[in-house]
């Protein structure tokens, strides 16, 4: 009876850990308008907003060169994909290809895609990729435009 | 409590807890799909694109994708009702249907319907070009064939379809089988190639293909006109030097011999990445070409508009359309005698905004913008189509009923 439950609680850490795992991977936020000044608000340090999109080869070539690095410098990037959380699956699907799942993933909300682009900047028309730095002051200092 | 039973008691919470935060996560992760067409409902309106053209006799012809099948129907009262819609495609299969990527649909002269579209592959950014064509009115469609002679599993994509006067059935489309061929033996391309192929016996088959231009664009529609020997000029996004992302023209000699390409925007728009905004082309009676095309370089920004009277040679000196402030953007050209109109979007006060701008003397002279119809929902691009008495606006807004405007 002892190994019984045993097994079972071996089993249980196994699939908390598969079905949690799969959980976090598909956790992207919805982004919204107010969404832009909120994460900006929640950052302690210099970081990097990449905007992308499932529908842009140059983004998933930056992704891919990112990715590792996120690893190493952790919470100094934020991904939101354009597309809209229409496209929820494919941006999912791009993002454990990338194995950048577990990082801070937003999409657009498909609702709202125009009034975010110019909340974020007006001069901005959707084009990707397209990266902001911002520093220890919360200051947009540059666009990242390769 | 006994040993076991502590175990146990573990063990079922950690399963709870897992089981909730799935189920948590699932809730936030959740997709939203057009407002009433939540159940992805056969539904001509809840798609998401929809491109539409007439035919000689003044019948308005739609094609749609539902799933992973494309629809055609039509309308004999300008859009109102449409007809019972007919299935192109009879094995289903991933069809581009989206912004810049849209199934196309022309009708020649003697009724045949020709339908080109990118069917997507199970890599991220591959695809072939697909044609199908109905000779029986809309009734039946044929078996779609691929269009693209190149299989690798790579882009081929972005198609735009014509037809001429004759019934030849022109289709040109973005093509990476360059690219492919350098980084096999270990050298740099930027971007794909624009290539077409051509039918002369109503769609049984098509040429073998054939290159246009290397290095174009990668993620922007094409356009295609016809000019007075009824052949094909093609209008696409370029790559220019390093990452300049400015406009080409392609003429052609006869049906088989591309010309050498002219380019048409000099914004110096410099960006290694998708606009996912391509040009339009229009041939008037006069051959005079009219292009409208968007660029966002720092000095050069928003919709341009330029014409040619010497076919390609030289162009006008572009004029600009529209507000950029407002996101001026997704614009169309067509003609019609010597009446040239534009229409775009704009995006104000949380309202996405259709205008459009005439000219009554071939592009010289314009009249002031129109406001003519607005959307609070998301919207599919306008497109101009003509029943040759009169021009209208197609704009499609999914899960609305479909917006065919008269502009006068």
Redesign the interface.
């Known amino acids: 009876?002892?190994y019984i439950?045993?097994d079972?609680?071996k089993?249980?850490?196994v699939?908390?850990w598969?079905?949690?795992h799969?959980?976090?991977a598909?956790?992207?936020?919805?982004f919204n308008v107010t969404d832009y000044k909120n994460i900006i608000g929640q950052q302690n340090n210099e970081f990097i907003m990449l905007f992308w999109?499932?529908?842009?080869?140059?983004?998933?070539n930056e992704m891919r060169s990112i990715s590792t690095l996120s690893k190493k410098q952790r919470n100094k990037f934020i991904f939101i994909s354009t597309d809209g959380?229409?496209?929820?699956?494919e941006v999912?699907n791009?993002l454990n290809?990338l194995d950048l799942e577990k990082e801070k993933n937003w999409v657009f909300?498909?609702?709202a895609?125009?009034?975010i682009?110019?909340t974020i900047d007006?001069?901005w028309?959707?084009?990707?990729?397209?990266s902001y730095y911002f520093d220890r002051e919360k200051n947009r200092t540059r666009m990242i435009?390769? | 409590m006994s040993?076991?039973f502590k175990?146990?008691t573990?063990?079922?919470s950690?399963?709870l807890?897992?089981?909730s935060?799935?189920a948590?996560?699932?809730t936030?992760?959740?997709?939203?799909?057009?407002p009433g067409c939540e159940k992805a409902q056969f539904k001509q309106h809840c798609a998401k694109t929809m491109t539409s053209t007439f035919d000689k006799t003044g019948r308005l012809w739609s094609v749609w994708t539902n799933g992973q099948y494309l629809y055609v129907n039509h309308s004999n009262d300008k859009g109102l009702t449409f007809s019972k819609p007919a299935r192109v495609n009879n094995t289903a299969e991933k069809i581009s249907s989206?912004?810049e990527?849209r199934p196309k649909i022309k009708v020649s002269q003697n009724g045949n319907i020709y339908i080109s579209w990118t069917m997507k592959l199970d890599k991220?950014?591959t695809g072939h070009i697909r044609f199908s064509k109905s000779t029986d009115n809309g009734k039946t469609f044929s078996l779609p064939i691929t269009v693209n002679d190149n299989l690798e599993i790579i882009s081929h994509r972005f198609d735009s379809l014509g037809v001429n006067e004759s019934g030849d059935i022109f289709i040109s489309w973005l093509d990476k089988r360059d690219k492919s061929q350098a980084i096999k033996a270990g050298k740099k391309y930027n971007g794909a190639a624009a290539y077409y192929a051509v039918s002369t016996d109503s769609g049984n088959s098509f040429s073998k293909n054939k290159k246009i231009a290397d290095n174009s664009c990668?993620?922007c529609r094409m356009s295609m006109a016809f000019d007075q020997k009824q052949l094909p000029v093609i209008a696409w996004r370029h790559i220019y030097n390093d990452n300049i992302r400015d406009h080409s023209i392609a003429r052609f000699k006869d049906s088989t011999t591309p010309l050498k390409p002219i380019r048409l925007s000099h914004d110096n728009w410099?960006?290694?990445?998708?606009?996912?905004?391509g040009p339009s082309i229009n041939i008037d009676e006069n051959n005079t070409y009219h292009t409208v095309w968007?660029n966002?370089a720092t000095i050069k920004?928003g919709i341009f508009y330029a014409n040619s009277n010497n076919q390609g040679e030289s162009f006008s000196k572009p004029i600009q359309i529209g507000n950029y402030?407002h996101?001026a953007?997704h614009a169309d050209v067509i003609s019609s005698g010597k009446t040239v109109y534009i229409i775009w979007q704009e995006?104000l006060k949380?309202h996405?905004q259709l205008y459009m701008m005439k000219s009554e003397n071939s592009g010289i002279d314009w009249g002031s913008p129109k406001l003519i119809s607005l959307s609070k929902e998301?919207t599919d691009h306008p497109f101009l189509v003509t029943d040759h008495n009169s021009v209208y606006a197609s704009w499609h807004i999914p899960g609305k009923k479909y917006n065919l405007i008269p502009l006068k």
Not at chain 1, 53 to 60: Q, R, W
Not at chain 2, 28 to 34: F, Q, W
Not at chain 2, 270 to 277: A, Q
Request: glycine content about 2%; hydrophobic content about 30%; overall charge positive.
């Open positions: 009876m002892k439950f045993s079972l609680l089993l249980s850490f699939l908390f598969t079905i949690s799969s959980a976090q598909s956790d992207i936020k919805i999109s499932v529908e842009c080869s140059p983004c998933i959380d229409e496209f929820m699956h999912s791009t290809s909300s498909s609702a895609t125009e009034e682009i110019n007006s001069s028309y959707g084009e990707t990729p397209r435009n390769r | 040993h076991s175990i146990f573990i063990a079922a950690l399963l807890a897992a089981t935060f799935a948590q996560h699932k936030k992760s959740s997709t939203k799909l057009v989206r912004n990527h991220r950014f990668e993620c410099k960006i290694n990445g998708c606009p996912h905004h968007f966002n920004h402030e996101k953007s995006y949380s996405h998301k």
